[in-house]
């Protein structure tokens, strides 16, 4: 499969430099950086939430998680909860189940940025599909998305 054609529509109109990484199909964030052969701390994983009623996302680093208060209060949101899989469904009816692209304005949602992912001098990211990639400088991905960013993300508790 190829770059979804509103991914490619969206970044193509965005005029930035980009590069499409195919790649065998990967189904989580470390999974994915580790076929793409890119660090983990490069790769954004995309989290959907509502906050106070509004879908948003908040993207990490690929070895972190949402930490839900911390990104409530960089959100300024009195109410914040995980998006359920019907409702990633109607949100992104383009994208295959969890390849959801960190490209908020594509889909008229705020994004939130955690610091460290803000730190690095490229992102790679789904591109709607869980077997291409898309790497980009940080500064563009930035440019396109307007985030927010805040320190939000934190190391999993140990199993």
């Not at 580790?34 to 996302?57: L, Y």
């Not at 019907?86 to 908020?104: K, N, V």
């Amino acid at each position: 499969m190829a770059v979804v054609p509103t991914v490619q529509e969206f970044l193509r109109r965005a005029n930035v430099p980009y590069t499409v990484i195919p790649h065998t199909p990967a189904y989580s964030a470390q999974e994915e950086a580790a076929v793409v052969h890119v660090p983990g701390r490069d790769w954004a994983k995309t989290v959907v939430c509502f906050a106070d009623g509004a879908p948003i996302q908040a993207v990490v680093p690929a070895a972190r998680e949402v930490d839900f208060e911390r990104l409530a209060i960089v959100a300024a949101a009195s109410s914040l909860r995980l998006a359920d899989e019907d409702e990633l469904r109607w949100l992104y009816p383009d994208c295959e189940r969890g390849a959801m692209p960190p490209l908020g304005p594509l889909y008229k949602q705020t994004v939130f940025v955690d610091g460290a992912l803000a730190a690095e001098s490229r992102v790679v990211f789904n591109a709607g599909t869980h077997a291409d990639a898309v790497a980009m400088r940080y500064e563009d991905f930035a440019r396109i998305t307007h985030p927010i960013v805040g320190w939000f993300a934190r190391r999993p508790a140990p199993a």
